[in-house]
């Protein structure tokens, strides 16, 4: 009923930018935190960034001062702009959407996932 698309990963080098989007559609009512997770190979899925509906943000230790996460809630989309990038930043960046109300169900809450996009940062 909802779908994540990702856009913006690829390769860079050491020190460059990149910014991903991420957008919502479907039977969407309304979404309440939108963030970023990576996953590196052979580690767990983290957290990089999150935002609620309101503008609240909350970012890894190791992204802070470097990236930037931002909604456009009219249309559900979701950006991280990544500066200063680093070899160790390599990772699938997925998008998530939490707390999100459908049309079509407006007593329940649903969480989804994008399927992921790869960020390359060579040394």
């Known amino acids: 009923q909802v779908q994540l698309v990702e856009s913006g990963g690829g390769l860079v080098q050491a020190g460059g930018s990149l910014r991903l989007s991420c957008a919502a559609s479907?039977?969407?009512?309304?979404?309440?935190?939108m963030g970023w997770y990576r996953q590196a190979p052979g580690k767990q899925r983290e957290l990089v960034a999150a935002?609620?509906?309101?503008?609240?943000?909350n970012y890894a230790d190791s992204v802070k001062g470097r990236f930037t996460i931002s909604r456009d809630n009219a249309k559900n989309t979701v950006y991280l702009q990544m500066n200063s990038l680093k070899p160790e930043d390599t990772a699938v960046y997925y998008c998530?959407?939490?707390?999100?109300?459908?049309?079509?169900?407006?007593?329940?809450?649903?969480?989804?996932w994008g399927q992921g996009t790869q960020v390359t940062v060579s040394s």
């Open positions: 935002i609620t509906r309101g503008g609240s943000t």
């Open positions: 998530n959407a939490d707390g999100v109300i459908l049309t079509t169900a407006p007593r329940a809450k649903y969480d989804y």
């Open positions: 479907g039977r969407i009512f309304s979404i309440n935190v």
